[in-house]
C-alpha cells in the first residue's frame, strides 16, 4: 500500500487551495474593516451590516467547499462584523504559512541544484566542494521547515473551522430553541405512532384472532346439535384444529406487541425467533458483542420485525437479510428484500418506524427503487 494515495494528495491540494483563498480573502477583510470604520463613524451602519454579512457568507461557502464543515443557521450583520474582525488574523497567517511553505520549496530546488554541481549548501563558493555535513544538514532542516509548515497550515484549517463555528453557527439559544422544537415534534410523532400501534393490534385481534374463535365457537355449537356422532366427531377435529390457527395468531400478535424473549434472552433471540416464524427466507447476520439498553434493542426489533413485516406481506421477495451490526456510536440494523421495490416511505407502517426511530434520535432511510431491492436502515445511537 503506498504512503502517499491519490486520496491523499486531492484532499492536501484542497486544504492548500482553502487556505490560500483565505489568505486573499483576509486581504480584502482588512480593506473592509478600515472603510466599515469609516462608514460606522459617518452613519453608515445598514451596508456595512449587509457588506460583512456577504463576505461572512463567502467564508462560510468557502470552508464547506474546501475544509468540509458545514455551519446552519443565520447570523446577524453585527455577528458577521465581528468575526471578520477576528478573521483576517487567521487568513494572514494562512497566507504566511502558504509564503514559508513557498520560500522552503524554492530553497529546496536552489539547494538541489548546488548539490548537483558539486558545490556546498553551506558555502556556495567553497573550494572543497560537497562537505558530508550537506546532505545532513539539508535531510535535517528541509525535514523541519516541511514539518512545521504543514502543522501550521493544519493548524489555520482547524482555527478557521472553529471560528466560523462560534461566530457564524447557531447560538447556545438557538440550539436550544432548535432542540427544544425536535423534542417537541418527536413526543407528537410518539404519540401519534403508539395510536397506531393500537390501531393495529385492534384490527389484528379483531381480524384474525376473534374470528378463529368465532368460527371455533360455530363448530362447537354445531357438533353439540348434530346426532350424528361421526358428524360430531368430524366437527370437534375442526374445531381443534381451528383452535391450533387461533392460538398461531394469538402468539403472533403477541409477538409483534412485545417479545418476552427481548427482556429475558436479549436481542439476539428475539431476532433469530422471528427469523424463525417468518414464512420467507430470513438469513441473520448480528455481530454485537453485548446487551444494551431496552431504548435501544425495542427499538432496533421492532424496525426488523415491521420491516420483515411489510417484505413478506407486499415485496414478492423470495429472501430477507437481516443485518444488525454497531457503526461508531450507533446500531445499525439493516433489513434488505429481493423483491418488487416501490415501497412508500409516508405508507403507515414504514412512517411509523420512521417516528419510533426519530423517538429516540436515530435516523431512518428507505431506498426501495421500482425493480427493487428494498433497503430499509436504522441507525440507533447507543453511546
Avoid at 409483534?256 to 436481542?267: E, H, K, M, Q, W
Avoid at 427469523?275 to 447476520?285: K, T
Avoid at 434488505?336 to 435516523?363: C, E, K, M, Q, W
Amino acid at each position: 500500500m503506498p504512503l502517499v494515495s491519490g486520496e491523499m494528495v486531492r484532499v492536501a491540494g484542497r486544504l492548500v487551495v482553502g487556505v490560500a483563498v483565505g489568505g486573499v480573502s483576509a486581504v480584502g477583510e482588512v480593506v473592509f474593516l478600515i472603510l466599515a470604520l469609516l462608514g460606522m463613524a459617518v452613519g453608515g451602519r445598514p451596508w456595512v451590516y449587509g457588506v460583512a454579512r456577504g463576505l461572512a457568507e463567502f467564508e462560510r461557502g468557502r470552508i464547506l467547499r474546501f475544509f468540509g464543515q458545514a455551519f446552519t443557521g443565520e447570523f446577524s450583520g453585527e455577528r458577521a462584523l465581528r468575526y471578520l474582525g477576528v478573521r483576517w488574523l487567521v487568513g494572514g497567517l494562512g497566507l504566511g504559512v502558504l509564503l514559508l511553505m513557498l520560500f522552503g520549496a524554492v530553497n529546496a530546488v536552489l539547494m538541489l541544484v548546488q548539490l548537483a554541481r558539486g558545490g556546498s549548501i553551506i558555502e556556495f563558493d567553497a573550494p572543497e566542494g560537497v562537505s558530508w555535513y550537506d546532505p545532513v544538514t539539508y535531510v535535517l532542516f528541509g525535514g523541519l521547515l516541511a514539518f512545521v509548515t504543514i502543522q501550521g497550515m493544519l493548524g489555520v484549517v482547524e482555527l478557521d473551522r472553529r471560528l466560523a463555528r462560534h461566530f457564524l453557527g447557531p447560538t447556545v439559544q438557538e440550539r436550544l430553541q432548535r432542540r427544544v422544537s425536535e423534542l417537541t415534534v418527536s413526543r407528537a410523532e410518539v404519540v401519534e405512532a403508539i395510536d397506531a400501534e393500537r390501531r393495529r393490534i385492534e384490527r389484528d385481534l379483531h381480524d384474525g384472532v376473534q374470528q378463529r374463535i368465532v368460527a371455533l365457537g360455530m363448530l362447537l355449537g354445531r357438533a353439540r346439535r348434530t346426532d350424528d356422532s361421526g358428524r360430531a366427531a368430524e366437527l370437534v377435529r375442526q374445531a381443534h384444529d381451528e383452535a391450533g390457527r387461533a392460538l398461531t395468531d394469538l402468539r403472533e400478535v403477541t409477538w409483534r406487541v412485545y417479545p418476552i424473549a427481548l427482556d429475558t434472552d436479549g436481542l439476539r433471540v428475539a431476532l433469530e425467533s422471528l427469523a424463525e416464524m417468518a414464512v420467507i427466507p430470513v438469513h441473520l447476520r448480528y455481530t454485537l458483542t453485548e446487551r444494551y439498553p431496552s431504548a435501544v434493542e425495542v427499538p432496533a426489533y421492532f424496525v426488523a420485525s415491521e420491516a420483515v413485516t411489510n417484505a413478506v406481506k407486499h415485496s414478492g421477495a423470495s429472501r430477507i437479510d437481516l443485518a444488525v451490526e454497531r457503526v461508531g456510536s450507533a446500531i445499525v440494523v439493516r433489513v434488505t428484500d429481493d423483491g418488487v421495490g416501490g415501497a412508500d416511505p409516508r405508507g403507515g407502517g414504514l412512517s411509523g418506524l420512521a417516528r419510533r426511530v426519530a423517538a429516540v434520535d436515530g435516523v431512518f432511510t428507505v431506498d426501495s427503487p421500482p425493480a427493487g431491492p428494498t433497503v430499509i436502515t436504522a441507525r440507533l445511537p447507543c453511546a
